[in-house]
């Protein structure tokens, strides 16, 4: 039992986690629009390269969701 996490600090662990996300993305969205206007490819393909990026950015945003719903879970215990 002394190894165990305390609830507290592992809410703030799950924060950090989900604040990670916020500002990851963003960064990475800039990146990828100035990657896209810089190599001039043809509209298609960087359609395709957008949706791409689209889809890897959902698995992200539904990591931060089940992150908030975890530190619900652990808040509402006693």
Do not use: C, W
């Not at 989900?18 to 990475?28: H, K, R, V, W």
Request: net charge positive; proline share 5%; no cysteine.
């Amino acid at each position: 039992m002394r190894n165990m996490i305390q609830k507290g600090r592992l809410t703030k662990n799950i924060e950090e986690h989900i604040a990670e996300g916020d500002y990851q993305i963003p960064l990475l969205n800039r990146h990828l629009t100035s990657a896209l206007f810089f190599s001039k490819l043809s509209a298609e393909p960087a359609r395709t390269v957008r949706e791409k990026f689209n889809f890897v950015v959902a698995s992200p945003a539904r990591r931060e969701r089940l992150l908030a719903e975890l530190k619900e879970n652990l808040q509402s215990q006693p």
